[in-house]
C-alpha cells in the first residue's frame, strides 16, 4: 500500500506532481478560462464579493497566507486570513457580500467547523476547500471546491498541502476573470504557468539527495534550533517548513518574516545555528530578493549556517549562502509549489535520521476533531 516507498510521507510527497495535476484537471477549458461549475456560485454572486476572509488551521492556514497574496494581487479584493480557533471566538466584520473561505483537508476539523458556522450566522458567503468529498464542513458550506489529493495517510500534510494551493490559486484566478481585469494578460500567463507546475515540481522531486543530505547533517546537531525565513510568499513557507520540523523531528523550529529579524528573533542566531530562507527570483520582484539577500547576510555574521531554496541559475545568492536548495522558475506568486517541496523532504530525513516515525508523530492526529 506504501507503493514501493518506506513510509507513506514519502510516498505522497511523491504524488504531488499527480495530485496537484488532478486538482487542476477539467477547471480550465481550452480557451484558457476557469470553470468552477462544480461549485455552483454564479458570476454575479462571485462579483458581488466585496471581502474575503480565509480561516484554517495548521498547514491549511498556510495555504491560506499564500492565497491572500494571490487574490489581493490579482483581485485587489480585500483579503484576510485567520486561524480558525481565534476567528470563531471574536466578532470578525463580515456580512452576505463577504466570501469566506474555510480550507479543510479532512473537512472534519472542529475549529474550522465552528469558525464556518460563526461566519454563517453573520450572511457571509462560506465557500469551503477540502479533500474529503461528503465531509462535515463541505456539507455545511455554501459551496466547495474539492482538492484530488487523493488519501492522505502520513499525519503530516504534503499533498494536500499543494492541492489547497492549487485549488486556492484557481478560486483567485477565476475571480480575476469575473472581475475584469487590471491584470488580464498577467492572469492568463500566471494560468499556463499553473498548468506547467507538476512538470516542475516532478524535476524538483528527481533532484532530493542534496536535500536529504543536508538534513542528516542538521541532524548531527540536534541541539540546535532551525530558523527559517521568507518574505512574501516565502514567508508562509517558512511556516509551513517549521511546522513540519517541529511535527515530525520534535526539534525547535521556528519560521520568521525575514524583516522581523532585527525586531527580536536575530538574538536567537549563534555560532553554527541553521537558517533556512526561502529566497524569490531574482526575476521580476528583484527589490525582494535584494532584502533576503541583506538578511541572510545579517544573519551569517552572526554566525548562522544558511541553506538558501532558491530559483535555479540564482548566482547571487549562490555567492552568499552556505548551501542552496534549488527549484525551477516560477511566477513569484506560484512559488511556494516548489519551495515547500524540499522543505518537506528535509524535515522527513531529518527526523528518519532521529529516527522518529514520520508517518505517525506523537501527540497528533489526522483528523483533529475535538478543539
Ligand atoms: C500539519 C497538519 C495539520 C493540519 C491541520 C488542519 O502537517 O497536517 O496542521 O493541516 O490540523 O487540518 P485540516 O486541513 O484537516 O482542517
Not at 482538492?147 to 489547497?164: D, P
Not at 546537531?221 to 515530525?248: M, N, W
Not at 521556528?254 to 528573533?265: I, N, S
Request: aromatic share 4%; net charge negative; charged share 25%.
Amino acid at each position: 500500500e506504501k507503493g514501493g516507498w518506506d513510509t507513506f510521507m514519502r510516498k505522497e510527497i511523491n504524488e504531488q506532481p499527480q495530485a496537484v495535476a488532478d486538482t487542476l484537471r477539467g477547471r480550465i477549458d481550452g480557451n484558457g478560462q476557469i470553470v468552477l461549475d462544480e461549485v455552483r456560485m454564479s458570476d454575479q454572486d462571485f462579483r458581488d464579493i466585496d471581502k474575503v476572509f480565509i480561516i484554517a488551521c495548521g498547514t491549511s492556514y498556510h495555504a491560506g497566507l499564500v492565497t491572500k497574496y494571490a487574490i489581493e494581487h490579482w483581485t485587489r479584493i480585500p483579503c484576510e486570513v485567520e486561524l480558525s480557533s481565534e476567528f470563531r471566538y471574536r466578532d470578525p466584520v463580515l456580512d452576505r457580500s463577504t466570501l469566506v473561505i474555510a480550507i479543510s483537508q479532512s473537512g472534519e476539523t472542529m475549529d474550522t467547523l465552528m469558525a464556518l458556522r460563526h461566519a454563517k450566522d453573520q450572511k457571509a458567503r462560506v465557500l469551503s476547500i477540502s479533500n474529503t468529498v461528503g465531509s462535515t464542513i463541505p456539507r455545511e458550506s455554501d459551496a466547495v471546491l474539492y482538492t484530488r489529493a487523493g488519501i492522505e495517510v502520513a499525519v503530516a500534510s504534503t499533498k494536500a498541502f499543494l492541492t489547497q494551493l492549487a485549488a486556492c490559486y484557481l478560486v483567485g484566478l477565476h475571480l480575476a476573470q469575473i472581475r475584469g481585469i487590471k491584470y488580464a494578460d498577467e492572469v492568463s500567463a500566471v494560468l499556463s504557468e499553473l498548468v506547467a507546475t507538476p512538470d516542475k515540481i516532478t524535476k524538483l522531486l528527481q533532484d532530493m539527495e542534496p536535500v536529504r543530505a543536508l538534513a542528516r547533517e542538521v541532524a548531527t546537531r540536534t541541539e540546535q534550533r532551525v530558523l527559517f525565513i521568507g518574505r512574501h510568499v516565502g514567508y508562509p513557507v517558512a511556516l509551513e517548513g517549521a511546522l513540519k520540523l517541529k511535527e515530525l523531528a520534535y526539534i525547535h523550529a521556528e519560521g520568521f518574516a525575514a524583516g522581523e529579524l532585527k525586531h527580536g528573533p536575530i538574538s536567537l542566531i549563534d555560532d553554527g545555528t541553521p537558517v533556512i530562507a526561502i529566497v524569490p527570483s531574482p526575476r521580476g520582484r528583484s527589490l525582494l530578493h535584494d532584502k533576503i539577500i541583506s538578511n541572510i547576510q545579517e544573519v551569517k555574521a552572526r554566525g548562522a549556517k544558511v541553506i538558501a531554496v532558491c530559483e535555479e541559475g540564482d548566482d547571487i545568492t549562490r555567492v552568499h549562502a552556505d548551501h542552496v536548495i534549488e527549484t525551477p522558475a516560477s511566477p513569484t506568486l506560484l512559488a511556494p509549489l516548489l519551495t515547500a517541496v524540499p522543505l518537506q523532504e528535509f524535515a522527513a530525513e531529518l527526523a528518519t535520521a532521529l529516527d522518529k516515525d514520520i508517518d505517525q508523530p506523537r501527540n497528533l492526529a489526522k483528523s483533529v476533531t475535538v478543539e
